[in-house]
C-alpha cells in the first residue's frame, strides 16, 4: 500500500511545470513569516530540497538574512542516518550522495536537541501527521533520537495530504503539522512520551 501511494504521488509531483513548483514555494514562505513557531525559533533545521520536493531555497536565505541559525542535513547513506550541519552561507554545500546539496563531510555536527524547529520532506502525509518517505528510515532513525517536544513540520504540496488514514508503524515518527501553500495543518499528534 505504501508502495502504491508513493509511486502515484511522486509521478504527481515530478510532472508539476516549473511555475507550480515557484508558486508553492512563495507561498509557503510567506505562510512561514507569519507563523509564531517559525518566528520565534532561533535554531531552525531545514531539508535541502531535490527535484520537485518543495523548494526551501527561499526558507534558507530568509533564516540567513533574519540572523537566525540555519541547520541542514548531513545523510550518510551506509548507516541511513542525518547528522545536523549548522551553516551560514550557500557556499558551504556541495553535491553530494543521491545528488542533493549538503554539507562537506568533515562539517561540524550541530547538536539536534538544540533546534527549535524542525522542516521535513516527504511524499505524502495525513491528516493524522502520518509521513511517508522514499522508505529507508533517515527521517525516523533521526527524530527518534530528538526531544519529542521539537515542532516537526512538514512542507507539501496541497495533493500530498491524503483524507484519508495511511499505513504506519511504531518506527514511523508523526508530523506535529503539515504546512502547504493553502494551509497549516495541526495534526494533533501527541508527543511520543505520552502516548
Not at 507561498?27 to 520537485?52: C, G, H, P
Not at 548531513?74 to 556541495?94: A, G
Request: aromatic fraction near 10%; charge should be positive; charged fraction near 30%.
Amino acid at each position: 500500500m505504501k508502495s502504491k501511494i508513493r509511486k502515484k504521488i511522486l509521478a504527481k509531483r515530478n510532472a508539476l511545470p516549473p511555475e507550480a513548483v515557484l508558486d508553492a514555494e512563495i507561498k509557503i514562505i510567506n505562510q512561514l513569516r507569519y507563523w509564531s513557531i517559525y518566528i520565534d525559533a532561533e535554531y531552525v533545521m531545514t531539508y535541502v530540497d531535490f527535484r520537485n520536493e518543495i523548494k526551501t531555497h527561499r526558507i534558507m536565505k530568509d533564516l540567513i538574512i533574519n540572523r537566525k541559525n540555519l541547520v541542514v542535513p548531513l545523510t550518510n547513506r551506509d548507516s541511513t542516518d542525518i547528522r545536523p550541519v549548522q551553516i551560514s552561507s550557500f557556499d558551504e554545500l556541495t553535491t553530494g550522495q543521491f545528488g542533493l546539496s549538503e554539507p562537506s563531510k568533515e562539517s561540524k555536527e550541530f547538536n539536534p536537541k538544540l533546534l527549535d524547529l524542525i522542516l521535513v520532506p516527504g511524499i505524502a502525509f495525513d491528516l493524522f501527521g502520518n509521513r511517508i518517505g522514499f522508505g529507508k528510515g533517515y527521517y525516523d532513525n533521526f527524530l527518534a533520537r530528538l526531544n519529542e517536544n521539537i515542532p516537526c513540520a512538514a512542507l507539501a504540496y496541497d495533493f500530498q495530504v491524503l483524507d484519508y488514514k495511511i499505513p504506519h508503524n511504531e518506527h514511523d515518527i508523526p508530523m506535529d503539522y503539515i504546512i502547504t501553500p493553502t494551509r497549516t495543518i495541526k495534526t494533533g499528534r501527541k508527543h511520543r512520551s505520552m502516548e
